[in-house]
């Protein structure tokens, strides 16, 4: 089971750090899905944390990490925009199924948090 937390309000230019809590050797993405459109990949990291992935749209933003001893994986977001606002989820992936960024290639989906990005 994933249990996506740490979603909330926040104005342009702020940080939120979201959190996965993920048992079992995964390596994991973020997505999100904004209302009236298709999901999309945010970031990922591997099993070791010894390589992480990122969407352009928020290199340099946005920071994947995990904490294996706590099985539990961040997503740092600062400089936020209102085009950040989504409905981000967690999900997780039993080995190398392929590209990073489709999410058909994960095996199990967290339930989703809520980021609204204020102007």
């Known amino acids: 089971q994933l249990q996506a937390a740490g979603g909330g309000w926040v104005q342009a230019g702020g940080s939120l750090r979201l959190s996965c809590a993920a048992s079992g050797r995964y390596a994991m993405g973020w997505f999100r899905q904004a209302p009236g459109r298709e999901r999309e990949f945010v970031a990922a990291i591997t099993w070791s944390g010894s390589a992480t992935y990122y969407a352009d749209f928020v290199k340099g933003r946005f920071a994947i990490s995990r904490d294996n001893a706590k099985n539990t994986v961040y997503l740092q977001m600062n400089s936020l925009k209102p085009e950040d606002t989504a409905v981000y989820y967690c999900?997780?992936?039993?080995?190398?199924?392929?590209?990073?960024?489709?999410?058909?290639?994960?095996?199990?989906w967290g339930q989703g948090t809520q980021v609204t990005v204020s102007s």
């Open positions: 999900a997780a992936r039993l080995a190398n199924r392929g590209a990073v960024d489709v999410g058909a290639t994960y095996d199990y």
